[in-house]
């Protein structure tokens, strides 16, 4: 940091170490459920919820220790949002979302801009899409942005917008971040499933953002804090949707549990089923074999950012392939749990609520059959000559520079 910088951290306790923030995480469950239904009908997490995450420490999870955040390594990022996600699907994934925007723009922003952002009482909460690239332009020691972005969730909870772009003439994509108030919302979040996510679109049109408000989407090394800024954002990205995976997952099955224990509706007819017992025990199987699928993973690659390696080819396969495994582990659960609850899972609840908001997850792009395909590509040894940028293969000799 530079000389005289002011943070969070230098006027509050010492931030809530990973355990820590596990802990609160798991207690923020009955308040995040209790307010569940109020989220979706607003388009946006309640106010209890918001003020609840900021005053826990939820949205530092991956802010540096240095600005007073957790700096929380990989397997205990997929609890925490595991945490959040069993409570509510809408509130696990704005935490992962502003998250990841929150935490890579501590790591990789220059001290300016990060001065400005992590000086206040509270995290700045920021949100946007960092994958569809708008159109930056060279100006006056910054650059002028326009374009428009779908899918921006929590950005109704966010005071400001990070968003992708490609810089004129050099065809680098660069992350800007810049106040809300820039862009222009667009209100048209009407959707089946994640509806407290309030992730709409927006446009932004020559929008000025300085230099030091922008840093290249490749960097995979932080100005500041430890290891953890080794993953890159596209590693943080699949962190993000695997936890919120784990936590849906998780629920679906204690719902039904629960329903069965209750002997109502039609699992009183099933619970003496044989055939129902071992579906129950098949789908408990497949969706903890995916979760300790991606516990491995991520274990083994925390093991080598913490020896200042790079991830090699190996696991940035199986970091993808462990997420998309565990997702449709997951979608599976929901199928299930709705068929055996019958009209339960049919009438308005919880139940009805996670199995839409399961499939409105399964439609993200880190779960498409391509990625799939590319696991199994280079699985087999058929991509020697390929390397992973973002969510394709590429020739290895196309491949832009990491920083």
């Given at each position: 940091?530079?000389?005289?910088?002011?943070?969070?951290a230098d006027r509050g306790a010492a931030p809530?170490?990973?355990?820590?923030?596990?802990?609160?995480?798991?207690?923020?469950?009955?308040?995040?459920?209790?307010?569940?239904?109020?989220?979706?009908?607003?388009?946006?997490?309640?106010?209890?919820?918001?003020?609840?995450?900021?005053?826990?420490?939820?949205?530092?999870?991956?802010?540096?220790?240095?600005?007073?955040?957790?700096?929380?390594?990989?397997?205990?990022?997929?609890?925490?949002?595991?945490?959040?996600?069993?409570?509510?699907?809408?509130?696990?994934?704005?935490?992962?979302?502003?998250?990841?925007?929150?935490?890579?723009?501590?790591?990789?922003?220059?001290?300016?801009?990060?001065?400005?952002?992590?000086?206040?009482?509270?995290?700045?909460?920021?949100?946007?899409?960092?994958?569809?690239?708008?159109?930056?332009?060279?100006?006056?020691?910054?650059?002028?942005?326009?374009?428009?972005?779908?899918?921006?969730?929590?950005?109704?909870?966010?005071?400001?917008?990070?968003?992708?772009?490609?810089?004129?003439?050099t065809q680098e994509v660069r992350i800007f971040?810049?106040?809300?108030?820039?862009?222009?919302?667009?209100?048209?979040?009407?959707?089946?499933?994640?509806?407290?996510?309030?992730?709409?679109?927006?446009?932004?049109?020559?929008?000025?953002?300085?230099?030091?408000?922008?840093?290249?989407?490749?960097?995979?090394?932080?100005?500041?804090?430890?290891?953890?800024?080794?993953?890159?954002?596209?590693?943080?990205?699949?962190?993000?949707?695997?936890?919120?995976?784990?936590?849906?997952?998780?629920?679906?099955?204690?719902?039904?549990?629960?329903?069965?224990?209750?002997?109502?509706?039609?699992?009183?007819?099933?619970?003496?089923?044989?055939?129902?017992?071992?579906?129950?025990?098949?789908?408990?199987?497949?969706?903890?074999?995916?979760?300790?699928?991606?516990?491995?993973?991520?274990?083994?690659?925390?093991?080598?950012?913490?020896?200042?390696?790079?991830?090699?080819?190996?696991?940035?396969?199986?970091?993808?392939?462990?997420?998309?495994?565990?997702?449709?582990?997951?979608?599976?659960?929901?199928?299930?749990?709705?068929?055996?609850?019958?009209?339960?899972?049919?009438?308005?609840?919880?139940?009805?609520?996670?199995?839409?908001?399961?499939?409105?997850?399964?439609?993200?792009?880190?779960?498409?059959?391509?990625?799939?395909?590319?696991?199994?590509?280079?699985?087999?040894?058929?991509?020697?000559?390929?390397?992973?940028?973002?969510?394709?293969?590429?020739?290895?000799?196309?491949?832009?520079?990491?920083?």
């Amino acid at each position: 940091m530079t000389e005289g910088t002011t943070t969070t951290a230098d006027r509050g306790a010492a931030p809530p170490s990973p355990d820590e923030l596990l802990e609160r995480a798991r207690g923020l469950q009955p308040l995040i459920d209790r307010h569940a239904d109020e989220g979706e009908a607003r388009g946006k997490l309640a106010d209890e919820v918001d003020d609840a995450l900021h005053e826990q420490g939820i949205f530092g999870m991956w802010v540096p220790r240095e600005l007073g955040g957790s700096e929380v390594p990989p397997t205990k990022s997929l609890e925490v949002l595991e945490a959040i996600a069993y409570a509510d699907a809408s509130a696990g994934w704005v935490v992962m979302a502003a998250s990841l925007a929150i935490g890579t723009g501590a790591g990789y922003l220059p001290d300016q801009a990060v001065q400005q952002l992590f000086g206040g009482e509270r995290f700045p909460v920021i949100a946007g899409q960092g994958t569809r690239a708008g159109t930056a332009v060279a100006h006056d020691g910054g650059f002028l942005v326009s374009g428009s972005w779908n899918f921006a969730s929590g950005i109704k909870h966010a005071g400001w917008i990070h968003t992708a772009a490609m810089i004129e003439g050099t065809q680098e994509v660069r992350i800007f971040v810049l106040p809300v108030e820039k862009a222009t919302l667009i209100e048209n979040w009407d959707v089946m499933g994640l509806r407290g996510t309030g992730s709409i679109d927006y446009t932004i049109d020559q929008v000025y953002v300085p230099d030091e408000f922008t840093h290249f989407s490749t960097l995979q090394k932080g100005l500041r804090g430890g290891s953890l800024y080794n993953l890159g954002i596209i590693n943080f990205a699949h962190i993000c949707h695997a936890g919120w995976a784990l936590g849906v997952g998780r629920r679906m099955l204690d719902e039904l549990r629960d329903l069965a224990q209750a002997r109502t509706g039609r699992l009183a007819g099933l619970i003496d089923s044989d055939s129902f017992l071992g579906e129950f025990a098949q789908a408990e199987a497949r969706f903890r074999a995916a979760r300790a699928f991606e516990l491995e993973t991520w274990a083994d690659v925390e093991q080598t950012i913490q020896r200042d390696e790079p991830m090699t080819q190996r696991q940035e396969t199986l970091v993808r392939l462990a997420l998309n495994h565990v997702t449709w582990a997951a979608h599976d659960v929901a199928i299930f749990v709705y068929k055996s609850a019958g009209t339960t899972a049919l009438r308005r609840g919880t139940i009805q609520r996670f199995f839409r908001d399961m499939h409105g997850g399964t439609q993200h792009l880190t779960s498409s059959p391509p990625i799939l395909w590319n696991c199994g590509r280079e699985l087999l040894g058929l991509a020697t000559d390929k390397v992973w940028f973002f969510e394709d293969l590429i020739d290895a000799d196309k491949a832009p520079a990491t920083r």
